[in-house]
T-cell receptor, first 113, second 111 residues
């Protein structure tokens, strides 16, 4: 059974700092990995999708990498802003007839002005 | 930009009552999902739906739960007899090309 872990559980950084959020998963036979942002009491906003054939994806100040062999993904946020404060979730999709996403518990990011 | 919508945003019910949570997926998507998130815990998969039938369900999705696509736009989750432990945020999602898009959620409170 896939287990997804995100470390740290919480992170506080000053505005402008670059930062890395980590995601690890136990079963490397994934089809893709998706990063989400969740604001308090709100839904999940898809940030980046990395297909199994890709090693990274970029969107604006966000860059996500995927290393299936080591069971790891990282989300890099450049020049952090207070508006980046949220919980960041990663989720894996096994494919091969399975449709469910398996989520980590998230990293709660606070960017201090 | 197209988005998944859910109603109501908050539902309060008495234990043992039936509730129906409603979702309108993105219009050209073919796959639909329900997830839930108990306060402070991970988002958990409940069920996926494709071509008018359940394609996968988790252990959580027992006989108390059912899903339906009653027309061309709505997708519903019914809980027949709610329990206290059903209190959670329920998210609907839809996908077309592997990327899942989530709605804002319905907060269900069972008293």
């Amino acid at each position: 059974k896939q287990e997804v872990t995100q470390i740290p559980a919480a992170l506080s950084v000053p505005e402008g700092e670059n930062l890395v959020l980590n995601c690890s998963f136990t079963d490397s036979a994934i089809y893709n990995l998706q990063w989400f942002r969740q604001d308090p009491g709100k839904g999940l906003t898809s940030l980046l999708l990395i297909q199994s054939s890709q090693r990274e994806q970029t969107s604006g100040r966000l860059n996500a990498s995927l290393d299936k062999s080591s069971g790891r993904s990282t989300l890099y946020i450049a020049a952090s802003q207070p508006g980046d404060s949220a919980t960041y979730l990663c989720a894996t999709w096994a494919g091969a007839g399975s449709y469910q996403l398996t989520f980590g518990k998230g990293t709660k990011l606070s960017v201090i002005p | 930009e197209p988005e998944v919508t859910q109603t109501p945003s908050h539902q309060v019910t008495q234990m043992g009552q039936e509730v129906i949570l409603r979702c309108v997926p993105i219009s050209n998507h073919l796959y639909f999902y329900w997830y839930r998130q108990i306060l402070g815990q991970k988002v958990e998969f409940l069920v996926s739906f494709y071509n008018n039938e359940i394609s996968e369900k988790s252990e959580i999705f027992d006989d108390q739960f059912s899903v339906e696509r009653p027309d061309g736009s709505n997708f519903t989750l019914k809980i027949r007899s709610t329990k206290l432990e059903d209190s959670a945020m329920y998210f609907c999602a839809s996908s077309q090309n592997n990327e899942q898009f989530f709605g804002p959620g319905t907060r269900l409170t069972v008293l």
